[in-house]
Structure formats: structure tokens, C-alpha cells
């Protein structure tokens, strides 16, 4: 079957959160809201066929998650990763961010250092914040249009005491893909200094046509010792709103420590169309994704070209996973603030601000191109339109 990701779908007046908190964020609705990480296309048919067979049901009462779906989830990973896991590992729940926040409060106490890669998805710094944990960030070092770690600084951070560190795998924003031997590195030392490792890989199924996700997990029996994998269907069905993720932890100590926790809050557990949602992705999902995977692809490769040609100004991270684009706007000499204003205003384009990604980010926007080409063409637009009124 041929999907269409051409189609444009207007999410306006359905509670959409880019476009509820656009006014909030950006202090206007009229601009074009491209910063939340979904995508606009439609949910494919095979799970909205089945959430809507189960809705004309007409009882919505309590319901358990099926008993083939913690096999439904390990065949997905061994046939896509390459992962081979027991089904015992796996632990359902509601999202990513409350998983990391309740394996904070297990494995780690306030004042504790958690360690963080910057530039990093915001809520890898306000979540130890808000839960009274010190952040240390071991920022990522720049290599062209992309960024390696700085393993040096890392295992310094780490011999100076940390709980936890709390890694991007795929990473978010830059889109890299972690290399094996990157991983192992990681794994001794974290495995050295007794830090819990907690790998978040909502991204991992958004890999690019010719590359590779490696799981932390597999890299070394000290890696499968010391860490918590915390994956999801909803980025790559872009089914975020059903509320629907799970946990992956092959050390039984860690499990048992980790899950009664999740268990004592009564939080190990979402709704029935999240069940569903998650099986019939898992189940039939392979070819709709093959698809998606090349038409982002092909919006990736747009958005480069096109700003490299008319926008030189501007220096774009070519990303190997996700539909994330990092974009960097420091030859343009402002600060964040000044940025953000000039993107709004003149461009009339909502996107990430860099500065929210802790230290490195300044100076950056980062750009959602999961969305139909037409989108993204008026967005780069947008973006060369702001650029030239700035005069430069």
C-alpha cells in the first residue's frame, strides 16, 4: 500500500498542543507552529481502524493491557534492533518523561548529580531540577555539523560522584546516531563510578535509511547491568496523544527495585487505546514506517539543500534519526532572545529556542520536518524571508 504523506491535515480547533500554546509561547497564533516533536500526518489506518472498533464498543470501562503484548513489543525489537529481550523485562507506561522521573527518585536522592549531554531535550534538565537533584552537564563537543561526546569531561563528571545520567539515544535535538564503541565507553564508566544509566529510545524506530540504532543495553554485559531503556511507538506512529510508552530493564535487581516503585504509585498501566494503539503499530506497522522513514528523509534532504543555497547563514545539522532538525543561526551574531524575536516576527515561524536546550544551545532553533513537503517548503521560506529582513 502507497501511504500519502503529502496530505495536509488541519489540526486547529482539536485541542493540538502546537497550536493551543502557541499564543503562550510566541505571543501571537499567526505564525507556523513547527516546534512540538509530532508529526503532521495522519495516524495510519491499521491502529485508527482498531481504536475505533474498540470506541463503537460503547463500554469504556477499566481494561488490562492483552496478554500477547509484552511479545508483541519483543518481537518488534528483535526484528528491528536486533535486540533480543525477555518478555519479564518489559513494563508498560503511560510516557517517557514520568518513567525517567520515578527512576530519578529511586535511584538517586536529592542534592545527587545526574549528568545530562547538552544541547539536550529541555526536560532532561528541568526534570532533576524539580526533583531537588544537582544537574551536571557534560556538554557535547561540535565536529562539523554534528556532535560527538566529550568522553573525557564525561569520566571526570563521573569520578566526582553521580546517581544517574540520563543519555539521548537517538539524540534530541541533533539527530545522532550513537556509535557501538561510543556506547561501551559509556558503559565502563558508568559501570566503574556505579551510576545508573537511563537510556531514553523513543527515537530509535526514526532512524535514516542507511543507518543504525544500537540499543545501550546491547553493547556490554555492563551496560545490560547498570541500565534502564525507556522506548515508545508514539513518535514513530505519531500517536504521542494516546499516551503510550514502556520500559526495558534486563538486570533483575535493577527490574525489581525499579518496577515495585512504578508499582507502589499505581502508575505501571495506561488506557485501552494506548494498548491498542501500541499492538496494532507493533503488529502491521514494518511498511507504513519504511515509507515514513524516506519521506522524512526527503524532507531532511530538502531543508538542506535549500538552506545551504539560500540561506548560508544559517548551518544546518544533517541528522541521522528522527525528524528534528538543529539548526544553527550563530554567524547572525544575536543573542537567543533577539533570535527567537526575529524568527516570530519577521518569519512568522514558531520553532525551538537553542537556549532551552541548556549550555551549547544558544544561538540554535530547532525545527520539526515531520510534516507534508509543502509545510516545510513555506517554513524554509519563512526562515530565509526572517533572515534577509535582518538586513545581513
Not at 507502589?264 to 491498542?276: G, P, Q
Not at 494503539?277 to 535549500?306: T, V
Request: aromatic content about 10%.
Amino acid at each position: 500500500m502507497k501511504y500519502d504523506f503529502d496530505k495536509l491535515i488541519d489540526r486547529r480547533g482539536t485541542s493540538t498542543y502546537k497550536h493551543e500554546f502557541s499564543q503562550y509561547y510566541f505571543g501571537s497564533d499567526d505564525i507556523l507552529p513547527l516546534w512540538v516533536a509530532d508529526m503532521d500526518f495522519e495516524t495510519p489506518d491499521f491502529i485508527m481502524d482498531e481504536v475505533i472498533k474498540r470506541a463503537n464498543h460503547r463500554v469504556l470501562g477499566y481494561t488490562v493491557p492483552s496478554r500477547t503484548m509484552n511479545n508483541i513489543i519483543a518481537e518488534w525489537i528483535e526484528r528491528n534492533h536486533n535486540w533480543k529481550i525477555h518478555t519479564s523485562w518489559i513494563k508498560f507506561m503511560s510516557g517517557v518523561l514520568p518513567s525517567i522521573a520515578v527512576a530519578l527518585q529511586t535511584f538517586s536522592s536529592e542534592g545527587d548529580n545526574v549528568i545530562i549531554q547538552s544541547p539536550i531535550y529541555p526536560p532532561f534538565i528541568s526534570i532533576p531540577k524539580a526533583n531537588k537533584r544537582n544537574v551536571v552537564f557534560n556538554q557535547l563537543k561540535r565536529v562539523g555539523n554534528s556532535y560527538e561526546m566529550d568522553l573525557d569531561d564525561f569520566r571526570k563528571k563521573a569520578k566526582k560522584g553521580a546517581s544517574v545520567f540520563i543519555m539521548s539515544n537517538p539524540h534530541n535535538p541533533a539527530g545522532i546516531v550513537w556509535e557501538r564503541e561510543t556506547l561501551k565507553e559509556v558503559a565502563e564508566i558508568c559501570h566503574a563510578y556505579n551510576i545508573l544509566v537511563i537510556s531514553d529510545e523513543i527515537h530509535c524506530d526514526l532512524v535514516h535509511p542507511g543507518h543504525e540504532h544500537i540499543p545501550f543495553a546491547t553493547v556490554s554485559k555492563k551496560a545490560r547491568e547498570i541500565s534502564i531503556t525507556l522506548m515508545a511507538p508514539s513518535k514513530t506512529f505519531n500517536i504521542a496523544g494516546l499516551g503510550v510508552s514502556f520500559c526495558v530493564v534486563p538486570d533483575l535487581k535493577l527490574r525489581k527495585k525499579f518496577y515495585d516503585a512504578l508499582n507502589a504509585l499505581h502508575i505501571a498501566h495506561s488506557n485501552m487505546f494506548a494498548y491498542i494503539g501500541l499492538m496494532e503499530a507493533f503488529k502491521n506497522g514494518d511498511d507504513w514506517l519504511k515509507q515514513l522513514k524516506i519521506y522524512l528523509r526527503g524532507n531532511f534532504a530538502l531543508a538542506l539543500d535549500y538552506i545551504n543555497r539560500n540561506i548560508p547563514l544559517v548551518k544546518p545539522f544533517d541528522a541521522k534519526a528522527s525528524f528534528l532538525l538543529w539548526l544553527d543561526f550563530t554567524d547572525m551574531g544575536l543573542n537567543s532572545k533577539d533570535l527567537r524575536k526575529l524568527m516570530i516576527e519577521e518569519g512568522k515561524i514558531g520553532m525551538n529556542n537553542g537556549a532551552d536546550f541548556g549550555p551549547g544551545g544558544e544561538g540554535f532553533q530547532r525545527l520539526n520536518v515531520g510534516a507534508p513537503r509543502t509545510v516545510i517548503e513555506d517554513a524554509l521560506r519563512r526562515i530565509e524571508k526572517a533572515v534577509n529582513n535582518r538586513g545581513l
